[in-house]
């Protein structure tokens, strides 16, 4: 299985990735990847792009050497009520915005139940489009909860190749990455199948993630981005501000 789209690429504005958007850009055109979603992190990740980088991010072309630049960020979750680290006000103006769980941004997980109502208030905001990496080791949530909410508001879930390494220290469990493709599978969830790259080499490498998802037969057509088609048609369901970029 090919991708044509890689929802989750993080360049030197995240502080801890070592390649530049063109980089990037140049990487997935020469791997046929159509488009990518840049997704640096946040303010509150230590090392993460100011606020101004986001808001600025008008300043790219719709396209680099050919390849669609979705423009976003990776939000992160900063408090008990669900807060993001960038206001909503800057998210308006992104086309694509993820939102994850990542230690020391202000919210430190505490119990299953609460995890999953932060993280619940954190996907009302509207301008939020991704779960990312939802199974992420010490943020115990009830991913079911969490891919049924998903489902209902039109927001993707990922399925975040860099969590099915077993030497990352995001890695939660095999049994625990298999569990969300399984629940996907069976509520029918939309989900994007990311790289995660912090190096222009790894955009779109994902076959960690394919060889689990092939071996249990998962549903090809609730994977987006395994067509730009729908990836665009996704992004102009709700950013008015742009316009279908074929
Ligand atoms: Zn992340
Ligand atoms: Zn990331």
């Not at 789209?5 to 995240?14: E, G, K, N, R």
């Not at 960690?208 to 090809?220: G, R």
């Amino acid at each position: 299985m090919k991708l044509e789209a890689d929802l989750h690429v993080h360049t030197i504005a995240s502080g801890h990735a070592f390649s530049t958007i063109t980089e990037i850009a140049r990487a997935a055109k020469r791997k046929g990847i159509k488009a990518i979603a840049v997704l640096d992190h946040g303010p509150a990740l230590p090392g993460g792009a100011h606020e101004y980088y986001f808001s600025n991010l008008v300043a790219l072309p719709d396209f680099i050497d050919g390849v669609r630049i979705i423009k976003g960020v990776e939000a992160n979750i900063i408090g008990k009520n669900g807060e993001l680290d960038i206001s909503d006000f800057t998210l308006e103006l992104l086309e694509f915005v993820g939102v994850s769980f990542h230690p020391v941004c202000g919210y430190e997980p505490t119990t299953r139940i609460e995890n999953t109502e932060v993280l619940l208030k954190a996907i009302e905001n509207t301008n939020v489009k991704m779960v990312c990496h939802p199974s992420v080791p010490g943020f115990d949530v009830d991913l079911k909860v969490i891919v049924e909410k998903c489902k209902e508001k039109g927001v993707l879930i990922e399925v975040n190749n860099f969590s099915f390494n077993e030497n990352s220290f995001r890695y939660p469990s095999l049994e625990e990455n298999l569990k969300l493709l399984e629940i996907c599978a069976e509520k029918g969830a939309m989900i994007a199948l990311n790289s995660d790259a912090h190096f222009h080499e790894l955009v779109g490498e994902v076959g960690t993630a394919v060889s689990y998802i092939k071996k249990m037969n998962f549903p090809e057509e609730l994977i987006i981005n395994r067509s730009y088609k729908l990836v665009n048609s996704f992004i102009y369901s709700y950013f008015e501000g742009g316009e279908n970029k074929d």
